[in-house]
């Protein structure tokens, strides 16, 4: 039986998953997407979970469209089958209902920039480079990247990235907001634990509705926003295990 190209494991309360074509630098193919979806699903099913970490294997984390396999001939029904598998990639992360972060190192070109920018927090190495190279091979984005993008950089350098298929460095990534943090390479997953460990610290009700929220509130009036975060805190104090959250904040505040 072939490897999955995406797997699952677990480090602790944290879930991790990686893409896992690395001689094809984690390329995009059909099974990529559909194992993709599958362990997206195992790790909002696992309970003992708290924070995803998504990865790819190898030197990158997923250079997009695998190139050879398109030039080798698609049917029509196959670019159909592959555009609902990357937009189904989206519903699924969206309805994860758990944090999730990227860990980029290498190339996250095309749809493996847009998974990224579907993640919450992106910690990427040092060698990291994005970019849309879409424009280029007479493709468009297809996971809402458009979307993100445009919310993450803004419209104007969204539009420029695009357009001129350009790449951008993990400096100039972190300049322009599609970075969250810069580490060396050596370190990236360490360093991802560390955060994924410090956000697992928290409730999880709370990360969840707070995850809501914000993703919500990009397209929500004020008056909708406070609404929806009335229910929110009131869902958490109905819960009542907030009470052990605060009194461990206590316990820290008091021990400084």
């Not at 677990?10 to 979806?37: E, Q, S």
């Not at 919450?120 to 091979?137: H, L, N, Q, W």
């Not at 790449?167 to 990534?173: I, R, S, T, W």
């Amino acid at each position: 039986m072939p490897e999955k190209t995406v797997l699952y494991t677990r480090d602790k309360n944290v879930g991790i998953i990686k893409l896992n074509r690395p001689k094809r630098l984690n390329a995009i193919t059909v099974d990529l997407l559909r194992d993709f979806i599958e362990q997206l699903a195992a790790a909002r099913r696992d309970e003992s979970v708290a924070v995803v970490i998504l990865t790819g294997a190898g030197r990158s984390f997923c250079a997009g469209e695998d190139l050879k396999e398109t030039s080798a001939g698609k049917s029509f029904s196959d670019w159909i089958k592959e555009t609902q598998g990357l937009q189904d990639i989206q519903r699924v992360i969206m309805g994860l209902d758990k944090p999730l972060i990227a860990a980029v190192r290498g190339y996250a070109l095309g749809g493996g920039c847009e998974f990224a920018m579907s993640t919450d927090i992106r910690i990427v190495a040092d060698d990291a480079k994005f970019g849309f190279p879409e424009t280029e091979v007479g493709l468009t984005i297809t996971t809402a990247g458009t979307k993100l993008l445009s919310q993450i950089v803004g419209l104007g350098k969204a539009k420029e990235l695009v357009f001129t298929g350009e790449f951008v460095d993990a400096h100039e990534a972190l300049r322009i907001g599609l970075a969250n943090k810069v580490v060396a390479t050596d370190n990236l997953l360490e360093e991802t634990l560390a955060m994924a460990r410090k956000i697992a610290e928290k409730s999880p009700l709370a990360l969840k509705l707070s995850r809501i929220a914000i993703d919500q509130g990009l397209h929500s009036s004020f008056e909708q926003t406070l609404e929806m975060e009335a229910g929110h805190l009131l869902t958490c104090a109905g819960a009542q295990n907030h009470k052990d959250f605060v009194e461990r904040k206590l316990k820290k505040m008091e021990n400084k």
